[in-house]
């Protein structure tokens, strides 16, 4: 088993930033990708970014070049740096550990991009 906490989501004005931090604890095997998540009211949930053991990143074209995604594999953290923050970015995001066809979840944390 994998638990994930997340931490630093919060109220953020139309271009500001936030970082979000997860960090993983358990059973945790390499290789494992890491990634965040977010949900929209009435929307589907969507991958905004991944990224690998290797440190191979992946990012949803909406937040190209204003979010970056990194990890710290001693710490068993990942990030989600965040900037340039727009409205359509309010969503509670989710960080989710993934290891072949094993899943974890953290509990989501909510970010409200709003004037």
């Known amino acids: 088993q994998v638990q994930l906490v997340e931490s630093g989501g919060g109220l953020v004005q139309p271009g500001g930033s936030l970082r979000l931090s997860c960090a993983a604890s358990g059973s945790i095997l390499n290789p494992y990708t890491m990634g965040w998540y977010r949900q929209a009211p009435g929307k589907q949930r969507e991958l905004v970014a991944s990224?690998?053991?290797?440190?191979?990143?992946n990012y949803v074209d909406s937040v190209k070049g204003r979010f970056t995604i990194s990890r710290d594999n001693p710490k068993k953290t990942v990030y989600l740096q965040m900037n340039s923050l727009k409205p359509d970015d309010t969503a509670v995001y989710y960080c989710?550990?993934?290891?072949?066809?094993?899943?974890?979840w953290g509990q989501g944390t909510q970010v409200t991009v709003s004037s």
């Open positions: 989710n550990y993934r290891r072949w066809a094993y899943d974890a």
């Open positions: 990224i690998s053991s290797s440190g191979t990143t």
